[in-house]
């Protein structure tokens, strides 16, 4: 079936380092790609979004990688803080006819922890 | 602008039982779709409620049920509560007809509801 996994569960970074988050899909028929950040006892947050007709996108102290030749896509953030410290999921979707968003197909997570 | 809310936040129930749970989209979305995250794991779509009908639904057995009112808030029901069952039920709305560009948030979830089964 469809799956969105990653390569690491966890990382640890310190202060002002860069931190990149690995994840590899399968469905090649996705075109829509997102970078959720979850922190404890909360929803997922929408961080960066990227479709398939691109290969990279840049947000604030964030970039998005989508590689489709081997179906991996990256979260880069710049300058990492503490407050950065969360779980990081990455997921997949169809947009079905341009106006609506379907299923969303969510990785196992990423553990980003950040040290002062 | 008030986002997605969920009611409760927190629940605890025995086997056998059933569960509501509630969810108000974000104002000015249509669509909500529900998720089930058990621990340590990514969000698992059990289905998606559009103009008071299920347009799209998750591997989730039929003990899994839901709602949409014509406000556009949405109900999950689950009938004979499974150990299982444990985890917190993600709610996520979105609007649909919405051209989409760069930049559209596709979704924006609740805190979600804390679902306990003892």
């Known amino acids: 079936g469809e799956s969105v996994g990653l390569h690491l569960p966890t990382l640890s970074v310190q202060e002002g380092d860069n931190s990149i988050i690995n994840c590899a899909y399968s469905n090649s028929a996705s075109d829509y790609f997102i970078w959720y950040k979850q922190e404890s006892g909360k929803g997922p947050q929408f961080i960066i979004d990227?479709?398939?007709?691109?290969d990279k996108r840049q947000g604030q102290r964030v970039t998005v990688l989508l590689n489709k030749t081997v179906k991996h896509l990256s979260l880069q953030i710049a300058a990492t803080q503490p407050g950065d410290s969360a779980v990081y999921f990455c997921?997949?979707?169809?947009?079905?006819?341009?106006?609506?968003?379907?299923?969303?197909?969510f990785g196992q997570g990423t553990i980003l922890t950040v040290h002062p | 602008d008030a986002g997605v809310t969920q009611s409760p936040t927190h629940l605890i129930k025995t086997r056998g039982q059933q569960v509501t749970l509630r969810c108000s989209p974000k104002?000015?979305?249509?669509?909500v779709s529900w998720y089930q995250q058990a621990l340590g794991q990514g969000p698992q779509f059990i289905f998606q409620?559009?103009?008071?009908?299920?347009?799209q639904r998750g591997n989730f057995p039929d003990r899994f049920s839901g709602h949409q009112f014509p406000n556009y808030s949405s109900e999950l029901n689950v009938n004979a509560l499974l150990l299982g069952d444990s985890a917190l039920y993600l709610c996520?709305?979105?609007?649909?007809?919405?051209?989409?560009?760069?930049?559209?948030?596709?979704?924006?979830f609740g805190d979600g509801t804390r679902l306990s089964i003892l």
């Open positions: 997921a997949e979707t169809l947009v079905a006819g341009g106006t609506s968003y379907g299923k969303l197909t």
């Open positions: 990227i479709r398939s007709n691109m």
């Open positions: 996520a709305s979105s609007r649909t007809g919405t051209a989409l560009v760069n930049s559209n948030q596709p979704q924006h």
């Open positions: 104002s000015g979305h249509d669509t």
């Open positions: 409620y559009y103009e008071e009908e299920e347009r």
